[in-house]
């Protein structure tokens, strides 16, 4: 018995009531703020008070007066015990659980990133497999961005596979995000490597030193607050292929995401699987800021985000099923829960695509999230299977700047055409990518990274996005919405 049980329990505050009138019965039943007043010194005076008139109007008779003695203690020792539980939650919170907490400025939850005042935008890309083209994306994202004017930042936090400085043609590090991580340079700016394309820098990974994969929860926070201190105006993140905390936390930091995959179904479940962790992960931070994790509102939704075990009771299934418990019980706070996930934007890169109709998967998995999650995927590209990303891949040159009229560099330059972070035009940026083509490949050849130079003074013809249905039951859908249900 306790604060917990004088909240919610009435036959506990009545026997409180009860327990005070033996001790003050010339005073009124008290409030909330008349017990958040008393003390344990009020409580014995009044004891001792007591005991002295039972002494007084019982001393004839011994049998009466010990039973009043008996509950005078009864209730004295009930009465303290919960004063002393009052004040030790008191010294634990800071707040007097009897009054109403202070009103606190609500604000909606943000990362640590994103406090900061910062110059740079945040760019992540990622994705739930590897060999999936993620370095590609990036490298290729940097180099378009760049020709921009834009001061770009390129960070490999694929730390378990880090290749993103091969895909931008260096083949040796001299100091990497591990050397900071050691202690060895004191901010993210010393680690900064040149690159052979103007506007363009490199934080790399070594991902050949023991536990260079493991970082720690202050690795993390640490990585994020001198990501906010680079002097650029774009930092692009290359993330790995997991969904664990570190990587769903920097993922969730940024201000814009492209989620990669291939065609592969099991790389599209990977992809759906890494929207849906990254969204529940953003919803239980929020959770954690304005719902008390012992309320049942609180258990409900730890339940669901963790899907502990099968839904009982009516509790929800799905996000639009927990947005909807969520307005039951706090209409407020389901409006918070709703601009958090319609404010929450991805766009899907579906990589190695061998035909149009592969814009199908990008439907897929946007309809799998608004069913499913109450998400909507912002924008879709296709990147198509070229011969000439694998000739550049052996030759360690990025394929915008060795084929820059391919198909796939035309595709890729379009993803940074649409981008919503930048206010430059697109045909801007057409004009500018085969000069910074011709400029990059000539200090290439110079540092002796080339043997063969390659035409690139052709124009970037602009690429029109394909649409086309999906139909309503295709195979891929069907195998998603099955492993779906499986893994609930």
């Known amino acids: 018995m306790g604060i917990e049980d004088y909240r919610h329990s009435a036959r506990y505050r009545r026997r409180l009531m009860l327990d005070y009138r033996l001790l003050f019965p010339h005073l009124s039943d008290p409030d909330d703020h008349a017990l958040a007043a008393l003390t344990r010194e009020h409580l014995e005076g009044a004891y001792e008070s007591r005991l002295r008139h039972i002494e007084k109007f019982y001393g004839k008779d011994p049998k009466a007066a010990d039973t009043q003695r008996a509950r005078l203690t009864a209730g004295f020792e009930h009465m303290v015990a919960f004063v002393d539980e009052r004040d030790a939650y008191t010294r634990r919170t800071g707040n007097d659980p009897l009054l109403p907490e202070p009103k606190k400025e609500e604000k909606p939850y943000k990362s640590i990133f994103l406090n900061q005042q910062r110059r740079a935008r945040l760019v992540a890309i990622g994705g739930g497999k590897g060999g999936i083209g993620k370095s590609l994306v990036t490298s290729n994202l940097a180099i378009a961005l760049s020709t921009l004017g834009k001061q770009v930042v390129a960070v490999d936090m694929d730390l378990g596979g880090a290749d993103l400085h091969l895909s931008l043609g260096m083949r040796n590090l001299s100091r990497s995000l591990n050397d900071f991580l050691e202690k060895k340079y004191e901010s993210l700016e010393e680690v900064r490597l040149k690159t052979p394309y103007r506007n363009l820098t490199l934080i790399a990974t070594d991902s050949s030193r023991l536990g260079a994969a493991n970082i720690k929860y202050a690795h993390k926070e640490k990585i994020l607050r001198h990501l906010g201190n680079l002097d650029c105006d774009i930092i692009l993140v290359d993330l790995g292929a997991e969904v664990s ?238 492993e779906i249900r499986f893994r609930r």
């Open 245 to 482: 905390f570190n990587v769903l936390d920097i993922f969730l930091a940024a201000d814009h995401r492209y989620i990669v995959t291939s065609t592969e179904p099991t790389s599209v479940l990977e992809a759906y699987g890494l929207v849906k962790l990254s969204l529940y992960r953003k919803i239980r931070h929020f959770a954690g800021e304005l719902i008390p994790p012992q309320s049942e509102l609180g258990e409900v939704m730890d339940e669901f985000l963790y899907e502990r075990e099968e839904p009982v009771n009516g509790n929800p299934r799905t996000m639009w099923q927990l947005i909807d418990y969520v307005g039951k019980a706090d209409p407020e706070l389901q409006k918070k829960l709703l601009k958090l996930i319609w404010h929450y934007h991805i766009d899907l890169v579906i990589n190695m695509s061998e035909r149009n109709a592969d814009v199908g998967i990008a439907q897929t998995i946007t309809r799998l999230a608004q069913d499913n999650l109450a998400l909507n995927v912002n924008h879709s590209y296709l990147v198509p299977m070229d011969r000439a990303v694998r000739d550049c891949a052996r030759k360690l040159i990025p394929v915008t700047i060795d084929a820059p009229t391919s198909a796939a560099a035309r595709a890729l330059v379009k993803i940074a055409q649409d981008a919503s972070y930048l206010d430059s035009s697109r045909e801007k940026l057409a004009r500018r990518i085969d000069a910074i083509a011709r400029a990059a490949k000539e200090r290439l050849h110079k540092m002796g990274e080339l043997s063969a130079l390659g035409d690139p003074t052709q124009p970037i013809n602009k690429i029109v996005p394909v649409e086309q249905a999906e139909g309503k039951e295709s195979k891929l859908r069907a195998f998603l919405n099955k």
